[in-house]
């Protein structure tokens, strides 16, 4: 176990429709990195919170955001899903960016768009 | 640009025999390195990391990886497959100013023989 818990597990939901998926990070982590999985695309870093600030941008869609709450929790807002979007949506975790923090992940959230 | 290579999609090996995994990059910095598994319907798991160095890196279960700057290569070597090593194995790049935001490979997937 990670320490690292994504809700929900599954996501099933049609297309046009909007999505919250939660991130609790491991208990002394204050860094939170958003990633997708998908098949064609493989893993692909979308973005990334340290300390409720957003540190760095990756492949992320302007239909998506996410922000880290004070409690350092994350959350990903997806609206106006697409077919495409389908995916394996991994939260990871660390203390901090530097090199002596590895990354722990969460087990996703798979989303389905029908 | 900045990218990883996995040439193998999918390998198998027969239990006890050995195995290799070969990881070609491209990164304009000294780049960090790192090996991960993923198992089904589970996260990633770190096994191993290349910061700097002796270039010849042990990780958990029994994994290894050597780093060749001349190759621009991170191969990942076992002496001796188990069937639990059965798994989804990714090969990642990172900068020194922020770990965590990681390009993967494609990913390759090991298939164990009894």
């Known amino acids: 176990d990670s320490g690292v818990t994504q809700t929900p597990k599954h996501l099933i939901t049609a297309t046009g429709q909007r999505v919250t998926l939660r991130c609790s990070p491991r208990?002394?982590?204050?860094?939170v990195y958003w990633y997708q999985q998908s098949l064609d695309q493989g893993l692909q870093f979308l973005i990334q919170?340290?300390?409720?600030?957003?540190?760095a941008k990756g492949n992320i869609l302007e239909r998506f955001s996410a922000q880290q709450f004070p409690d350092l929790h994350s959350e990903l807002n997806l609206s106006s899903l697409e077919l495409g979007d389908s995916a394996l949506y991994f939260c990871?975790?660390?203390?901090?960016?530097?090199?002596?923090?590895?990354?722990?992940f969460g087990n996703g959230t798979r989303l389905t768009v029908t | 640009a900045q990218s990883v290579t996995q040439p193998d999609i999918h390998i198998t090996v027969s239990e006890g025999a050995s195995l290799e995994l070969r990881c070609n990059y491209s990164?304009?910095?000294?780049?960090?390195l790192f090996w991960y598994v993923q198992s089904p319907g589970q996260g990633l798991q770190l096994l191993l990391k290349y910061f700097s160095g002796d270039t010849l890196v042990q990780g958990i279960k029994g994994f290894e990886a050597e780093f060749k700057r001349s190759q621009s290569s991170f191969n990942l070597r076992k002496p001796s497959v188990h069937w639990s090593d059965a798994a989804e194995y990714f090969c990642a790049v990172g900068a020194r100013s922020n770990t965590g935001k990681l390009i993967f490979g494609q990913g390759t997937t090991l298939q164990v023989k009894p």
């Open positions: 990164y304009g910095a000294t780049p960090y």
């Open positions: 990871a975790s660390s203390v901090d960016p530097g090199q002596n923090s590895p990354l722990h």
């Open positions: 208990s002394g982590d204050l860094s």
């Open positions: 919170y340290y300390n409720g600030e957003e540190r």
